[in-house]
């Protein structure tokens, strides 16, 4: 504090004499105010429920965020809350806790349920209920998400769920009244959306005007993800624009002052932004538009790259962490592409022309304009007359001065919406991992339309309340321009260019790009041969990172096998000498956790985008269980294998999806059975199981699970699945002898049986389970074979992914290097 005031006093002084000395220190203090902020903020969660991890718990507690209730597929209803605590008590011990908990709240939807409604909660709800609480973990693999650091920035220390109707409501309320009043009223917009619209056009109408997206398919939002049209339906500030625009235009139009109608437009804007309750990015949106339009009334109209910088340090010394966080990053290199590239280009290519529309008819104007201009003028005023002759003076105007203006606003908004896409291929890449290659033909078509929906909506709903047949007309407005855009969103989402999924870029190549757009934005402002070739630079970086592959992380002359870090659940990554790529199994959450994660998405693929693996060249399931099928789909959309391979036998409906899926992307199936064996890339496989009578005679899911046997060389690796006794029984008459053991079954009791362990013999063995999973894998039991067999054991939940290399002569894994 003390240096907050003595650098301010130093740059007020400096200020006159040394104007950019005294800058300097003002953003020197700008660092010291963010220091500031971190130390009074202090640490944004704790572990209070050490005591308590695992174990069932009768929790009571008050809700500070609810969720709106959704159905999840055609199994059941669930809502998310927030939770403060107020006392846990497990057994006869009772502790008061005050500390962030979310919670599922689930119902099944089952015959003898189907006539109780599921019950709803509210903000400032107290509840009580019995739960297990379980601390939010990371996937310990390189590239994963940090979830738990997500988690803690917004409070939350523990996880629960519980069913519904086992949710005790409490008399008393604690909260806010007026956030309780905010979340009526955000609830009250919602109703009052479904009953203008439809449930499939509400969705839409919930997700572009308050945020809420939980009525959506999930396949209309990735359509709209591999558009790049996302943003649309989310709270943005495209969406905050569009509002404050539109208010200040209509403010300006029943003559109200310019201030005054500033004001309206930001009092309107921090309204909207406090009923969607979106979170920082639409106060970050606000905050830009109030200081553009405060910059505005003090005739500051071409200061908008100070407005940008403002609104950054004052957000920054607020938060300084967001910094590193893909929102803030994201949100001012949207605005600033805009105004340090977009602005300019448009300066020198379209603004003059539609400067130049501006009292068309005036002569005396024509001397204040370049010859060129002039000259076009004057064409204008000659076609002009001879129209004027047949459609007369005033619909001349209207035809071919607006049509002029809309071609100049068509050519400037494809100008906008292709300097974005070129400049955002970078963080698409690094955050996203995707290539938003059909991204300006989708914004083209649904950005306008947008505006038009959203403009409706708006007057449908505020008509609505004084007459629902008045609203009709609004409402159908907006609902062809949502067909139109949802429509178009689901044909080019649909094509293969539009599923074009990215590694992560390279270190070196990510600061190129960063030099090249920091040259664009420099280059730009230049001589029309330097802007050009600022602009072409830019272009080519986007084409590099969108089609060429980055060097892959692979160890070339060895077989690697990776155990990756998938929870309560088997993916297994193995690559050959020479680089080729086979991912056996993919993860997966059963239902019934009440998850939606998706392993495939969330997890796998960020480690192999992680690698620089951009497509695989075969993936096998070893059988259809959800913790091992459950990621397949995203993994086979993400990465195209050129081959899928499953065990024989009958599909159930999770591997006929699967096998779908396969058929519509053009994937090749082989179907394996014990005593196959076979040559890929150097490494010979041989399967060990399901028997070839898998068909006929229908056993344990488990035993007829795929095995594997891996050789390179005189090494090889036993990929066991899920396999159970009697499948082991088999296998152990066929040599199966191997240097490395997949452990079957995370570590079952009813595998790893010590006769299988005798005829394998391996040295090392690798489990693939979830840290304190409901089954108590691994048992005590399987571990102590292990170690009287003098087997080196790895664990995912508590070694992270786990790697080993097999060189032909010894294995060696890779945590020991």
Request: neutral net charge.
């Amino acid at each position: 504090m003390i240096s907050i005031a003595v650098l301010t006093l130093a740059a007020a002084y400096l200020r006159k004499y040394r104007s950019w000395a005294g800058c300097g220190l003002a953003l020197v203090v700008s660092i010291f105010l963010g220091a500031l902020t971190i130390q009074i903020q202090g640490p944004r969660s704790r572990d209070a429920f050490g005591f308590a991890a695992g174990d069932e718990a009768l929790i009571t507690a008050h809700i500070t965020r609810a969720e709106n209730l959704r159905q999840r597929g055609r199994v059941e209803e669930q809502q998310r809350v927030d939770l403060e605590t107020e006392q846990v008590t497990i057994g006869d011990r009772t502790q008061p806790i005050d500390a962030g908990i979310r919670s599922t709240f689930y119902s099944k939807m089952s015959d003898w349920e189907s006539a109780t409604a599921t019950p709803e909660f509210h903000y400032g709800e107290r509840i009580r209920f019995l739960g297990k609480l379980s601390p939010p973990r990371n996937f310990q693999n390189p590239g994963a998400f940090d979830y738990r650091g997500y988690l803690a920035e917004q409070g939350i220390v523990a996880l629960t769920s519980a069913k519904a109707a086992n949710v005790e409501v409490l008399p008393g309320f604690v909260g806010s009244r007026v956030e309780l009043w905010r979340t009526r009223l955000h609830g009250g917009v919602i109703a009052r959306i479904h009953q203008v619209w439809p449930e499939a056009d509400a969705a839409l109408v919930d997700a572009m005007l308050v945020g809420e997206n939980s009525f959506l398919n999930r396949q209309l939002l990735t359509d709209f993800q591999r558009t790049g049209t996302y943003h649309v339906l989310v709270i943005s500030g495209l969406k905050v624009g569009i509002l404050a625009m539109v208010t200040f235009w209509l403010s300006r139009r029943f003559r109200v002052p310019e201030l005054a109608a500033s004001a309206i437009a930001i009092g309107l804007t921090v309204a909207y932004a406090d009923l969607t309750d979106v979170g920082v990015p639409v106060w970050r949106a606000t905050l830009m538009l109030a200081l553009y339009f405060c910059a505005q009334a003090f005739y500051r109209r071409r200061a908008i790259l100070n407005t940008i910088g403002v609104a950054a340090l004052f957000l920054l010394v607020i938060d300084p962490k967001s910094l590193a966080g893909a929102s803030f990053q994201l949100s001012f290199l949207c605005v600033l592409i805009i105004a340090a590239i977009g602005a300019p280009l448009l300066e020198r290519t379209t603004r003059p022309l539609g400067g130049a529309l501006k009292n068309w008819k005036s002569v005396s104007y024509d001397f204040a304009l370049p010859p060129a201009l002039v000259q076009w003028r004057l064409d204008l005023r000659m076609v002009g007359g001879r129209l004027k002759r047949f459609i007369g003076e005033r619909a001349t105007s209207v035809i071919l001065i607006g049509g002029y203006r809309l071609l100049i606003l068509s050519c400037e908004f494809l100008v906008v919406s292709f300097v974005i896409q070129i400049g955002f291929a970078l963080p698409m890449a690094c955050y996203f991992h995707r290539a938003t290659l059909v991204a300006l033909p989708a914004n083209v078509l649904a950005v306008p339309l947008t505006e038009i929906a959203i403009v409706a909506a708006l007057l449908a709903i505020s008509i609505s309340y004084g007459s629902l047949v008045l609203a009709k007309l609004p409402a159908y407005v907006t609902a062809l321009s949502l067909h139109a855009m949802a429509g178009s969103v689901r044909w080019l989402g649909a094509l293969r260019l539009a599923d074009a999924r990215v590694p992560t870029p390279q270190v070196v190549l990510i600061l190129v790009c960063l030099a090249i757009l920091i040259s664009a934005m420099l280059l730009v402002r230049r001589r029309p041969l330097l802007a050009t070739v600022g602009v072409l630079a830019l272009s080519g970086a986007a084409f590099w990172i969108a089609t060429v592959a980055p060097h892959r992380e692979i160890r070339a002359g060895v077989l690697e096998m990776t155990a990756i870090d998938v929870g309560e659940g088997d993916s297994l990554l193995l690559v050959s000498p020479n680089g080729r790529t086979l991912l056996v199994d993919a993860g997966g959450i059963p239902h019934w956790m009440h998850s939606d994660l998706d392993i495939g998405e969330d997890v796998v693929s960020p480690y192999l985008w992680w690698r620089g693996v951009s497509r695989l060249d075969a993936v096998a399931v070893t059988h259809p269980h959800a913790d091992h099928i459950g990621g397949m789909q995203a993994i086979l959309e993400n990465f195209h294998p050129r081959e899928l391979w499953i065990a024989s036998g009958p599909p159930n409906s999770e591997m006929a999806e699967l096998l779908q899926k396969a058929s519509e992307l053009s994937i090749p199936v082989h179907t394996y059975s014990a005593g196959d064996r076979f040559e890929n890339d150097g490494i010979a496989f041989r399967v060990l199981a399901p028997e070839p009578d898998t068909a006929e005679y229908p056993r344990n899911i488990n035993d007829d699970c795929l095995v594997l046997k891996a050789t390179y060389r005189n090494t090889s690796v036993l990929l066991e699945g899920d396999a159970e006794k009697d499948a082991e029984e088999k296998m152990t008459d066929q040599q199966p002898s191997a240097d490395l053991l997949k452990v079957a079954h995370h570590g079952s009791k009813t595998s790893t049986r010590p006769e299988l362990l005798a005829a394998v013999h391996p040295r090392f063995a690798v489990i693939s389970v979830g840290r304190g999973n409901v089954y108590g894998h691994p048992r005590m039991e399987v571990l102590q074979r292990l170690a009287e067999a003098h087997i080196r054991t790895y664990r995912t939940d508590m070694n992270g992914a786990v790697t080993f290399y097999l060189d032909g002569t010894s294995v060696i894994p890779a945590q020991d290097r």
